[in-house]
């Protein structure tokens, strides 16, 4: 073993350590009273259960806290119905091993109800955030509302679609991956903002990246407004990786991979246990889990997948490139290839099986990618996307199978990653639009990354694509579903100018799925 990858281990083992330590003081913790406000990157929540949440901050700002030093932060949660009588209070450390950002998991409160919360330190009160408990496992609740996005890069736009989100009056936000872009400040003339740093190779790389992003004080609200529920993509580590696969020839890329994922628990409103089991895992050899089951009673179950780390190795190209080469698959080698992994794949086999023995209404498979067929008059395999589930046909028939033998009430696949609205019918041969609808797939668009695709070229693919409804790769925004115990709603909400940080907003196309029935576009 080299003496970098020794150096790494031996990190991992202390950061496991100081992560398992009670975090409600220690020798090494400073009552600190900074100069500046400490809450430079706002507040989140997240990871929402029946009785409980992750609430999120990172002491960040101009009087940053001693760089050895872990500080006491002070946290409450407390009534919204006006008299902000605290329900729960107590002190936290935020670690400089984990960039002083801040995760507390609260318990114990009641089940599906709305909370404010706010942190301290010194004479600093954080903004206020909003979040709430889920229903219980056993309850039917009457309604269920949240919107999902993805691929925001800072440079591509303003972040006006979340100034929008916050009218939308939502339960939840659910983010699909690309939070963060890791290249370098473009020099071209299109750039809307520059971040004006280089491209990430470390952790302190994606720390400034992740503070960039979250200065963006829209995307701090809609944060402070509602619970998010999130899974990454490529761009949080690097563009197009698949598993422990750079597709640019990175040298040590496991470890920064690592860091990757550790900035991203950092920046994120998750549990401890995502991180700790993480890091035992990479010491085993083994990647990071954030794929998890979320249970809005018996309304709807979030399955969050990872279609990141766990997947093999992409088909080739046509002439791949130097790099490409050195990892990729040909498509005529026979070889059982998946997007999820094989633990993974068990566990959504296993969670759509539990999931139709509760009999939940819907059921909605979050992901990162385009589920249904870019590339359908060619067949499996052929021109295929090598990106998308187009590159992993074996896995999306397992899947589909996995589907049709549950059957599970109401599936609905979200995904992101192509900048561009799609809507699909997804059919149990996805090369056969005459055979059965089993499920409904939205891929949202981006909230400012572009798609350079013109219009003309994606509805003459859309007609390519029998089994798509509707196909927009001009504008950004996000989408809103609204979920009933019998019909779910879904209105695709597009910003007018993602270069005009006070846009205007209007709906592209709505759409109507029905208990047992395929999705239908209204509007």
Request: glycine fraction near 6%; hydrophobic fraction near 35%.
């Amino acid at each position: 073993m080299n003496r970098a990858r020794r150096d790494f281990l031996s990190a991992m083992c202390k950061l496991a350590a100081l992560i398992a330590l009670p975090r409600s003081g220690s020798a090494r913790t400073v009552s600190w009273n900074p100069q500046a406000h400490p809450f430079d990157l706002g507040v989140a929540s997240g990871s929402p259960s029946a009785d409980g949440f992750v609430l999120w901050t990172r002491i960040f700002g101009r009087d940053m806290p001693p760089s050895e030093k872990s500080v006491d932060v002070s946290w409450e949660v407390f009534d919204l119905d006006g008299s902000e009588r605290l329900i729960a209070q107590g002190k936290t450390m935020a670690m400089p091993a984990l960039g002083h950002s801040v995760h507390v998991e609260v318990n114990g409160l009641t089940q599906d109800r709305w909370y404010g919360y706010r942190f301290r330190v010194g004479k600093w009160v954080s903004p206020t955030g909003r979040t709430r408990t889920l229903p219980s496992a056993n309850v039917m609740p009457a309604r269920l509302r949240f919107a999902y996005a993805s691929c925001q890069s800072w440079e591509s736009g303003w972040y006006s679609a979340y100034r929008h989100m916050r009218e939308e009056h939502l339960d939840l936000v659910v983010f699909v991956g690309d939070y963060i872009y890791e290249g370098a400040s473009s020099k071209g003339p299109n750039v809307v903002r520059r971040h004006n740093l280089r491209s990430v190779r470390n952790l302190a790389d994606y720390r400034a990246r992740y503070a960039k992003y979250k200065s963006d004080p829209l995307l701090q609200a809609m944060h402070a407004q509602c619970p998010w529920l999130t899974v990454w993509d490529d761009h949080e580590v690097q563009n197009n990786y698949a598993g422990s696969l750079s597709m640019y020839q990175t040298r040590n890329f496991p470890e920064r991979r690592a860091a990757a994922y550790q900035a991203y628990y950092e920046h994120m409103p998750l549990r401890a246990s995502t991180l700790i089991d993480g890091i035992e895992g990479m010491l085993k050899g083994s990647p990071m889990r954030i794929h998890d089951r979320i249970e809005f009673g018996r309304l709807a179950t979030f399955h969050l997948l990872d279609c990141r780390q766990f997947r093999d190795a992409p088909l080739c190209t046509k002439d791949p490139q130097d790099a490409l080469a050195e990892v990729c698959v040909s498509p005529d080698t026979q070889v059982k290839r998946s997007m999820l992994g094989a633990d993974q794949e068990r566990w959504l086999d296993e969670s759509l099986a539990r999931s139709a023995q509760r009999g939940t209404v819907w059921n909605l498979i979050v992901q990162q990618n385009r589920f249904t067929p870019g590339n359908y008059r060619f067949g499996p395999g052929l021109r295929a996307v090598r990106d998308t589930w187009d590159g992993y046909p074996e896995a999306r028939s397992r899947l589909l199978a996995s589907i049709s033998t549950h059957r599970p009430r109401n599936p609905v696949f979200i995904g992101g990653d192509l900048h561009q609205n799609w809507v699909a019918r997804v059919h149990q041969n996805p090369y056969d639009v005459q055979s059965p609808v089993l499920a409904s797939e939205f891929v949202g668009t981006s909230i400012s990354s572009p798609n350079r695709k013109t219009q003309e070229e994606a509805e003459r693919h859309a007609k390519s694509n029998p089994h798509c409804l509707l196909s927009n790769t001009e504008k950004r925004g996000y989408g809103v579903v609204e979920l009933d115990a019998t019909t779910a709603q879904v209105a695709l909400r597009i910003i007018d100018d993602v270069r005009d940080p006070d846009s205007g907003i209007s709906t592209l196309g709505q759409f109507v799925i029905g208990e047992g029935q395929p999705l239908r576009r209204v509007l």
